[in-house]
C-alpha cells in the first residue's frame, strides 16, 4: 500500500503533508527570532536607559540576566507540563502576547522596578515557546526526518541575536538625536523607549499567525513509559544518559552566553569599534554563521545518520570541540577583523549543536514527556548559561587580569576550558544512549498485546 510522501501512518495518526509540517516549522522559527529580537534588543540599549532611569551596572545585569533567565527557566517546567496535555499553538500564541505586551511595558518603564518586573514578563511568555514547539515539530516529522526541521527551528537562536544586533546598531544611531518621539496613544517618548514599543507591536502578529498552524496528532515511536509517566521517575531511570547529556549541553552553553554578551565588548571596548559599526560588522556575522551552524549541523546528522553510528551526538560533539578552538582563537586576536574572521568559524561551529543536541533528547524521550524534557533542558541551559556565561569572563578579567583592555583573553580561558571538556563529555553519552532506547524497545514489546507471555 502507497502513503503520500511513503510515510505510512504511526499510531493509526496519519503524518501532516509536507506543507503543512513545514509551515508550521516556518511560524515556529519566525516566533522564536521575534523572542530573540525582544529578549537581546535591551543589550544595545544599555547607555540611553542608564542615562534615563539613573541605574548602574549592577542593576542593569540583574534586569539582564537574573529577571529574564530566571523566570524564563523556572516557567519552562510548568509550561512544558502544559505542552504535553492542551493545545501546543494556543500554548504559544497565548504566550507570544504576553511577551510581546512585556516587550512594550519594557518602552514604559520609568524605574528600575518597572523595568523590572517587565523583564520577568518577557521571561515567562517566551518561556511557553520552546516546549511547546518542540512537540509541534516532532510530532509532524517521522524521526529519520526531523533533525533538519529542528535544526531550522533551533537556528533562529542566532538569526535572532543578528538581526537584534543590527536593529539594534540602527537604533543606537537614532538614539544620538536629541529630543523625543510622540507616538500614538502613548505620547512622547525617548528613543530606547520607543524602539522596544515597536518591536513589542510588531511582534503581536504572531497571535493570529499561529491560528494558521495546524496541531498535529500525538504519536509516539519509542513508548518507554505511558502517558502517566512522571518526568523526575523517566529521569531517574535513566540518570546514566539524562545527567550526562544535560550537564554537558549546560555547561556548554556557558561558552554561547559569553560570546553573545561579551563580543560586542571586546570590538567596543579594545578594537575602538563604534557601537552601530558593532551591530552591522559583528550583527551580520552572527546572523549568517551562527544561523548556518545550526543548519549546517542537523543536515550533517541526518546525511550521516546510516553511516555513522549516533552522527547527532557525534556532530555534537565535534561542534564543541571546534568552537572553543575558534572562539579562543578570536579572543586572542590582535586585528579586529582578523578577530571578526575567528568570530565568523567560531560562531559556525559553536552553534552546530543547536539542533542535534536538543534532537537527541526528542528522540530518547516518549511522547507524553517531550514537552516537559525540552522544559528542563531549556531551563538548565538558561540557568547555567546566563549566570555562569556572562560572570565568569566578567571573574576572570576583573580578578586575574585585573585590566578591562584583557577582555579578549578572558573569553579565550573560558572558550578554551569549556569547549572540549564538554565535547568529551557528549561522545561518553553514546553507550547510555544505546541502553537507554534498548530499555524502551524491551518494554514496549511487553506491553504489546501479541507480547509473548
Not at 523517566?234 to 544535560?246: Q, S, T
Amino acid at each position: 500500500m502507497k502513503y503520500p510522501d511513503g510515510l505510512p501512518p504511526l499510531n493509526g495518526q496519519p503524518w501532516p503533508s509536507p506543507a503543512r509540517a513545514w509551515w508550521t516549522v516556518a511560524v515556529l522559527t519566525f516566533a522564536y527570532i521575534v523572542s530573540f529580537v525582544d529578549r537581546t534588543i535591551l543589550s544595545l540599549l544599555i547607555e540611553p536607559i542608564k542615562a534615563d532611569l539613573g541605574l548602574g551596572d549592577t542593576q542593569i545585569a540583574l534586569v539582564q540576566g537574573l529577571a529574564f533567565g530566571l523566570f524564563y527557566a523556572l516557567m519552562g517546567l510548568p509550561l512544558g507540563w502544559l505542552a504535553d496535555r492542551m493545545s501546543r499553538r494556543l500554548l504559544v500564541a497565548v504566550g507570544a502576547g504576553f511577551w510581546c505586551l512585556a516587550t512594550c511595558a519594557c518602552g514604559l518603564a520609568s524605574s528600575f522596578p518597572q523595568l523590572f518586573v517587565a523583564r520577568i514578563g518577557v521571561g515567562v511568555g517566551e518561556a511557553a515557546l520552546s516546549p511547546a514547539a518542540m512537540s509541534l515539530i516532532s510530532d509532524s516529522f517521522p524521526r529519520e526526518r526531523r533533525g533538519l526541521p529542528i535544526g531550522v527551528y533551533a537556528a533562529a537562536a542566532a538569526a535572532g541575536g543578528g538581526i537584534a544586533l543590527l536593529l539594534g546598531g540602527s537604533i543606537i544611531q537614532m538614539v544620538t538625536v536629541s529630543g523625543d518621539l510622540v507616538l500614538p496613544l502613548v505620547g512622547a517618548v525617548s528613543r530606547w523607549q520607543a524602539a522596544f514599543l515597536i518591536v513589542g507591536v510588531a511582534g503581536l502578529v504572531l497571535v493570529p499567525l499561529m491560528s494558521t498552524v495546524v496541531e498535529p496528532a500525538r504519536r509516539d515511536e519509542n513508548v518507554s513509559g505511558s502517558a502517566a509517566e512522571r518526568i523526575d521517575r523517566f529521569v531517574w531511570r535513566n540518570a546514566d544518559f539524562m545527567v550526562r547529556h544535560y550537564v554537558a549541553v549546560s555547561v556548554y552553553s556557558i561558552i554561547i552566553y559569553s560570546t553573545l554578551s561579551w563580543a560586542p565588548a571586546h570590538f567596543m571596548r579594545v578594537f575602538g569599534w563604534t557601537a552601530g559599526e558593532v551591530g552591522f560588522r559583528y550583527g551580520l556575522v552572527l546572523l549568517i554563521f551562527g544561523g548556518g551552524g545550526t543548519v549546517l549541523g542537523a543536515w550533517l546528522a541526518a546525511r550521516l545518520r546510516h553511516r555513522l553510528r549516533h552522527s547527532a551526538i557525534w556532530v555534537t560533539a565535534v561542534g564543541m570541540a571546534l568552537a572553543g578552538v575558534l572562539l579562543a582563537l578570536a579572543g586572542l586576536a590582535e586585528d579586529p577583523w582578523l578577530a571578526l574572521t575567528w568570530y565568523a568559524f567560531g560562531l559556525l561551529f559553536m552553534t552546530l549543536p543547536g539542533g542535534t543536541a536538543i534532537q537527541v533528547v526528542q528522540e530518547a524521550v516518549p511522547n507524553a514527556l517531550r514537552g516537559q524534557a525540552s522544559a528542563i533542558y531549556y531551563m538548565f541551559i538558561s540557568v547555567i548559561g546566563l549566570t555562569c556565561g556572562p560572570l565568569s569572563v566578567g571573574l576572570l578579567n576583573d580578578y586575574l587580569f585585573a585590566d578591562p583592555n584583557r577582555l579578549g583573553h578572558s573569553m579565550a580561558i573560558v572558550a578554551a576550558i569549556v569547549g572540549p571538556l564538554t565535547a568529551l563529555l557528549t561522545l561518553s553519552t553514546r553507550a547510555p544512549f544505546d541502553r537507554m532506547l534498548a530499555a524502551a524497545e524491551r518494554s514496549a514489546r511487553a506491553a504489546a498485546p501479541d507480547a509473548p507471555r
